[in-house]
């Protein structure tokens, strides 16, 4: 079964770049199968490999023929049901739907929804329009449209500015029901925002906190970041605390085995039917199955079959990293688990010409216990090796102390998966046992994150593959007016000049930036708006900040004055604008200060508070206007100094004009790169003013087009523009 699906397997990630490659590759495993078998296998192998190319062709063309009917203008009410919990916050919600009635009945779309949040099996109604999937506009940035269309998502609907219609049927709300009391069940009687209770409930359910990255990279860096997905390993784990039970009650083999299979299948319902868990969970049926009917279980043979099964009921399954990690380190475990127990018998060997009937209790403890270690070193040490591959492709991280850290974790999980699942027992029936339970279970939690925080320090431990070697400026392309560019040594030293807002940060700049390998220790802060400012503590909590420049000592943003007040308290040396004329930059640069707001002037909007610095960058000038409007570009003028510069950066004011004539004749730039946010109508870029500066010879660089843009400079000492969206381009000649 493993040859077989590991034949479809390839013609399928063929098909993905050629049909008629993956064609040939199915005549090929036809091939194959009569070389190492005979014409039986052959033709099995081919007729496998053919049929699940043909279902994987047939879905997709489907799928994008139903996105084509989707995208052309029509009105009127859309419903459909939803497929997964609603998920969002105030009154807005996302989830995916599949559509009900019309011409394109049974797509499935993303559904941006507003009012209140449907539960998976609720009919929702609204009107609104379909849209094209989204894509990256940032390098590093998570792709959310190829993610959606993996799970055979066509389009995105955006329901209108009124409330849609939420109608929930008995069966619905009652599983409903069962998933929010089983979530309260497992941290009932601890604070629910507390470290402890999140990470109860993301190894539990995997319920991942969105807002604690601090603790996401202690488990990311330590190699254990898994434990926070319900997958295999959890499912095994809840598999084993019910077979101990029942095995204790004296429960027969077989019967035990029946009990475990709705167990084991509700469990993964209860946690989101996840694609690994689902694996595991149908794993598990065929292996303890053999049990049933008395048959000898294989491992690499149950895996063939479920990822047969996979393969022909959503070849889409095979490009998720999760399903690729999941069925590629039981792989590694089943196939290399001999190798490794080499390296670790010497752990488990008996005493030498000793029988083992005449070693004393404690010595066959000990050596009960060796031999334990030894199998789990094997365990982790294979599944180290099958998934550093892909975790290296597929997140350019490599964790050589994941052989440590999951020997200290994985333990802790158990104990911690035993006492939830004993917290759900007796919640119904006793809840003040249940919330004492959980409270016990706090600390194997707290120790959970101790480990991989102390894991995640240890020297060597983790290391990032994907680190440039090239200096870079990256202006990114973010929504609603936000900001934020980093300016990359190509080494360990970069400067982020404005955050983004706190969504953006958090969604968009953190993990583009931990996906290129860049770990900034600077800022440079423009002016006190919220949507350049990061949120701040998530900043410094995310990155190495040591230094921030501020452009004001003082303003009555919130955020902003985290960055005055906490930032010196986190040990960042900040410097105000004032105080200083030019800061050495990485890669040799210096950043002049033009222009500096006057800090007496607090009442004063954000945006007329702006610092506009120029980027000196091996002879070529580079300046940061922002926000500011003409009334900032006047006083720059009056002081009749040098502002000349080959690139401006440039932002929108929200009411007043932006890179005027006059200023714009004064600095004489080649090129503009200018944000353009369809929403607020505030922060479009009008397209007269666009036309405009292109007539007079400038180059514009149109972020609703050209996405995110890198400058860099060449051996020859060129400046080049590339966008990353449309792979727009310019060069301008070292002068």
């Known amino acids: 079964m493993l040859a077989a699906a590991l034949a479809m397997a390839a013609c399928i990630a063929l098909a993905d770049h050629s049909i008629a490659a993956a064609c040939l590759a199915a005549l090929g495993c036809g091939g194959l199968g009569v070389w190492f078998g005979n014409w039986r296998r052959g033709l099995v192998w081919a007729l496998c490999s053919g049929l699940a190319l043909g279902i994987f062709t047939y879905r997709n063309a489907r799928r994008d023929a139903a996105a084509a009917g989707l995208l052309e203008p029509a009105g009127g009410l859309v419903e459909g049901r939803a497929l997964k919990d609603g998920k969002g916050d105030n009154g807005t919600w996302v989830a995916t739907v599949r559509l009900r009635g019309g011409p394109h009945a049974g797509t499935k779309v993303w559904w941006e929804g507003r009012g209140e949040a449907p539960v998976a099996g609720s009919v929702v109604r609204a009107r609104g329009n379909f849209q094209q999937l989204p894509v990256p506009r940032n390098p590093g940035e998570f792709d959310q449209g190829g993610w959606l269309l993996r799970q055979g998502v066509a389009a995105v ?75 295999g390993t959890h499912v095994a784990m809840v598999a084993s605390i019910l077979w101990m039970l029942l095995r204790t009650a004296g429960v027969p083999r077989r019967w035990a085995v029946l009990a475990l299979l709705p167990a084991i299948f509700g469990y993964t319902w209860i946690s989101g039917n996840s694609p690994p868990a689902l694996r ?44 690729q990690l999941s069925y590629g380190v039981v792989a590694a475990i089943a196939l290399g688990s001999g190798w490794a127990t080499r390296y670790f018998a010497w752990i488990a060997q008996p005493p030498l010409y000793v029988p083992t009937s005449f070693l004393s209790r404690w010595q066959q403890l000990w050596l009960k216990g060796r031999r334990h270690l030894a199998q789990s070193l094997t365990v982790s040490l294979a599944a180290l090796v099958g998934s550093t591959p892909l975790t290296a492709f597929h997140f350019g991280l490599v964790t050589p102390i994941a052989l440590l850290a999951n020997l200290v974790l994985l333990p802790l999980v158990f104990v911690l998966l035993a006492a939830s699942m004993l917290a759900v027992a007796l919640y119904p029936i006793a809840p003040g046992t249940a919330c004492l339970v959980n409270r016990a279970n706090a600390l194997v939690a707290n120790a959970c994150s101790a480990s991989a925080t102390a894991m995640s320090a240890v020297p060597g431990g983790h290391f990032n593959i994907r680190h440039s070697s090239q200096p870079s400026l990256l202006v990114y392309a973010l929504d609603r007016g936000a900001a934020a560019a980093c300016f990359s040594a190509g080494s360990d030293a970069a400067v982020l000049f404005d955050c983004a807002d706190r969504y953006g940060f958090k969604r968009r700049l953190m993990p583009s930036l931990r996906q290129l390998g860049i770990a900034p220790d600077a800022v440079v802060l423009s002016h006190p708006d919220g949507q350049h400012l990061g949120g701040g503590a998530q900043v410094w909590a995310a990155f190495p900040i040591r230094q921030a420049l501020l452009p004001v000592a003082r303003a009555r943003s919130a955020t902003y004055q985290a960055w005055a007040n906490d930032a010196p308290k986190a ?37 007329d508070r702006v610092a506009i610095y120029r980027l000196h960058w091996r002879g070529w000038k580079i300046l940061f206007t922002s926000d500011a409007g003409m009334g900032t570009e006047m006083k720059l003028l009056a002081t009749a100094r040098d502002l000349s510069a080959d690139v401006i950066i440039a932002g929108r004011h929200q009411s007043d004009l932006s890179l005027c004539d006059a200023f714009l004749a004064k600095v004489q730039p080649a090129a503009i790169i200018a944000s353009n946010s369809e929403f607020p109508a505030e922060e479009r870029l009008p397209a007269e003013q666009a036309a405009f500066w292109r007539a007079s010879g400038i180059r514009v660089f149109d972020q609703a087009q050209s996405g995110a843009v890198t400058l860099s400079i060449d051996p020859a000492g060129d400046l080049l523009l590339d966008g990353f969206v449309d792979h727009s381009n310019l060069r301008l000649k070292h002068h």
């Open 280 to 323: 595991s969970a149908w794993m598990a049926s065929v292996f303890l199955g053999a049990f049933v009917f008395r048959r000898r279980p294989d491992l690499l043979n149950s895996l063939g079959l479920v990822a047969f099964v996979m393969l022909l009921w959503d070849g889409n399954l095979l490009f998720q990293p999760g399903v």
């Open 571 to 607: 040990g960042i040396h900040t410097v105000v604008a004032t105080a200083t004329a030019t800061l050495p930059m990485p890669d040799g640069a210096s950043l002049e200060i033009l222009c500096a707001p006057d800090p007496a002037n607090t009442t004063s909007r954000a945006d």
């Open 157 to 231: 609907f955006r329901s209108g500015s009124s409330h849609g219609e939420v109608e929930t049927s008995r069966m619905a709300a009652w599983g409903a029901r069962v998933r929010l009391g089983f979530r309260s069940a497992v941290t009932a009687g601890l604070d629910d925002d507390s470290e402890a209770a999140m990470v109860i409930r993301a190894v539990v359910i995997g319920d991942v906190p969105p807002d604690a990255d601090e603790l996401i990279a202690a488990f990311r860096n330590s190699g254990t970041l898994h434990i926070f997905s319900v997958s």
